[in-house]
């Protein structure tokens, strides 16, 4: 991935398929998820901080878990 779409709706598809790669009801610490991240985008942090805006992630003491879908912003 070249860049991180500005379009609101090319964003969230693009953070579906990006959080395929994290297990349900797995907790990681948070140089896990940059390292998964990396692999897609060198700005790691904007992708991480995109997820938790989107509620597909949840952030305690930099420990992440993926939210239940449901949660998740929509795409209109």
Do not use: S
């Amino acid at each position: 991935m070249k860049q991180i779409p500005a379009q609101r709706k090319k964003k969230l598809m693009l953070l579906r398929h990006l959080i395929k790669g994290f297990e349900r009801g797995k907790k990681y610490e948070e140089k896990e998820v940059n390292a998964y991240i990396e692999n897609y985008h060198e700005d790691y942090a904007t992708i991480r901080r995109e997820f938790i805006m989107a509620n597909m992630m949840y952030r305690d003491h930099n420990v992440y878990e993926v939210n239940p879908e449901e949660l998740w912003t929509k795409i209109d």
